[in-house]
């Protein structure tokens, strides 16, 4: 489809006949614009759009405009804020905590709800929506977030699992209509934050019975913007939901924008040409070889008006590495991990492949991007190709004579992930004589190769869920591999009792610079296990034409579309 013809159809999508009139931006309280389509592209696909299937950015970005949760974060500090709960308050030692919801909140209307019409969200949609967090389903994959921590949460899962009724789930307590109460087993530090977590958004039974294994292509929620088209790997049309319950300080309605429009081009080099061209009015993340180009003329131009658009560059709370299955009869051994790990060098990777976007990856497994965390104590693997030769000679393969050749699978999609690769595969066979064979995989094939077990060598990464360095490290616990619960986080298949026992002490640990030394020694473990290759720690970059206002950046991309609005006048000189 060419891009005019594109362009066509949305239009069509968007105001009906193709002869109707785009409607004129329109002004609102306190200088703000209301109306206009905010365009953005996706390099990646989307896995899924159901809640608890949600496992990679690019369906969280979509859906996160679609659904709520009661715990939404603020989109500049991301501090924990009222979403669809306008309040909320904790018994003395933090074990209970009771949330007010917002009154009048209505879903999205669906063929799914009696006569089309949403009706609305109450109490009881909470507890359903606790219980299938709860419940074993090939489509859930969000139980290890609250596996040990809710109250009687473990039980329900097992006797489900079991094929067997279980008693009320005693996690999550419905006081009234607009009133729940939810029970942890232990005082949670991260709470609040989890609660921000995609697992919690809130969705109604009526969706999960009418569509059961569709609800991967649709979305059905409360919030600002409702799917309108979803057309897999094309387009995703996200329409303004005109019954939203949100309002801004100057007493306009939320959200601004009348649409946000979601293509999926593949190739960075076409979507920067795109955005130049203004076709889109965001682009996040550069092509490699032409970061320095963008970057540089930016730089030189500073913020003179004559630059149509305007970076913003932070370092991101996501790590990017390469995992090794230790139930592989190669990379069980931690000599062969190390060995590994000390053949790249990271900070030549970081300098020359990645043009300087980033941090070389000699820390642990959380991004020294924390405050307060420790990171500058982690002993990371630099790079000692002689002392690598040594390990590997070690393990019984001097100079690489007889190591077997190793499949490396990484993905697709533009992200500059080839590149990286093919660098790695010349420094380990230049450092340790070891052939390594690229398999390029679409992310879809790539994560479900991992998640089964059946990926030896592969890329992965981990983009903070939540703000805090837990997130990252319950990605190798050991106990989670007990039942298929959080078998697809562990998928490197480490276990270490002293990592778990270290782990659930951390969790329970309320005085920040205590929890913050256990964390510290646990990424430690990591590397001095060799666990996996830290590769390095992302810098987000994104430009922005500077029309678009109300759009704050923050260290996990968590966008939120609600404030965001269009300069018409600044939008018509870039034009020019």
């Known amino acids: 489809m060419t891009r005019l013809m594109f362009s066509i159809v949305v239009s069509i999508m968007l105001f009906g006949c193709a002869g109707e009139q785009k409607p004129a931006l329109r002004e609102g309280k306190g200088g703000i614009q209301l109306g206009g389509v905010f365009r953005v592209n996706e390099v990646m696909d989307i896995r899924s759009l159901n809640p608890l299937e949600i496992t990679e950015a690019t369906g969280y970005r979509v859906a996160s405009q679609v659904y709520e949760r009661m715990v939404r974060f603020d989109q500049a500090t991301l501090e924990p804020i009222p979403g669809l709960a306008e309040s909320w308050e904790a018994n003395e030692n933090a074990t209970e905590w009771t949330f007010r919801l917002r009154k009048g909140v209505m879903f999205h209307d669906d ?14 949609d909470v507890k359903y929506c606790f219980e299938q967090l709860c419940t074993p389903s090939p489509y859930n994959q969000m139980f290890w977030l609250v596996k040990d921590r809710l109250r009687g949460a473990n039980d329900y899962y097992k006797l489900k699992l079991k094929g067997e009724t279980p008693p009320e789930l005693e996690c999550i307590e419905v006081i009234d209509d607009y009133t729940v109460k939810v029970k942890l087993n232990f005082p949670f530090a991260s709470f609040l934050r989890l609660m921000g977590h995609n697992a919690f958004f809130i969705y109604p039974k009526e969706a999960v019975e009418a569509y059961g294994e569709d609800l991967s292509n649709k979305a059905i929620g409360t919030g600002a913007f409702y799917l309108k088209v979803f057309k897999r790997d094309e387009l995703a049309l996200l329409q303004r939901n005109d019954d939203y319950w949100g309002v801004d300080e100057f007493g306009n309605e939320l959200p601004y924008l009348s649409a946000i429009q979601v293509s999926f081009i593949k190739d960075k080099k076409t979507e920067l040409l795109s955005f130049k061209n203004g076709d889109l009015d965001m682009i996040f993340t550069l092509p490699i070889d032409m970061y320095g180009e963008v970057m540089g003329s930016l730089e030189e131009t500073g913020e003179k008006e004559v630059m149509s658009y305007r970076p913003q560059v932070m370092p991101s709370l996501s790590v990017h590495y390469y995992a090794f299955q230790h139930k592989n009869e190669l990379f069980k051994d931690v000599r062969i991990r190390k060995a590994f790990n000390l053949a790249v060098d990271k900070k030549s990777l970081v300098e020359y492949t990645l043009q300087g976007e980033g941090t070389p990856g000699i820390y642990g497994i959380v ?15 630099d790079f000692n190709p002689e002392r690598a030769r040594e390990l590997l000679a070690q393990a019984g393969f001097p100079n690489g004579e007889s190591f077997p050749s190793v499949t490396l699978e990484t993905a697709s999609g533009g992200q500059n992930y080839e590149v990286i690769a093919q660098v790695i595969q010349q420094m380990l066979k230049d450092n340790l004589n070891v052939n390594v064979d690229i398999k390029v995989l679409s992310m879809a094939q790539q994560s479900d190769n991992a998640e089964s077990g059946n990926s030896v060598f592969w890329r992965t990464a981990w983009l903070a869920d939540y703000p805090d360095p837990e997130n990252f490290l319950s990605l190798f616990l050991g106990k989670d591999m007990e039942d298929e619960s959080g078998a697809y986080l562990n998928t ?8 778990d026992s270290l782990y659930h002490m951390a969790v329970r640990e309320l005085d920040e610079t205590k929890r913050y030394s256990i964390f510290s020694s646990l990424d430690q473990m990591l590397i001095d296990d060799a666990v996996i290759m830290p590769l390095y720690y992302d810098e987000f970059t994104r430009l922005l034409p500077r029309y678009v206002k109300g759009f704050p950046q923050n260290s996990i991309e968590y966008r939120d579309f609600r404030k965001v609005w269009i ?7 870039a034009a020019e």
């Open 367 to 381: 991004p020294p991007v924390f405050k307060n965390y420790p990171h500058k104590l982690i002993r990371g693997n």
């Open 567 to 573: 300069d018409e006048s600044l939008k018509m000189d």
């Open 111 to 124: 063929p799914c709800f009696k006569g089309g019409e949403g009706r609305e969200l109450m109490a009881s």
């Open 492 to 499: 490197v298949n480490y276990h270490s009792g002293l990592y």
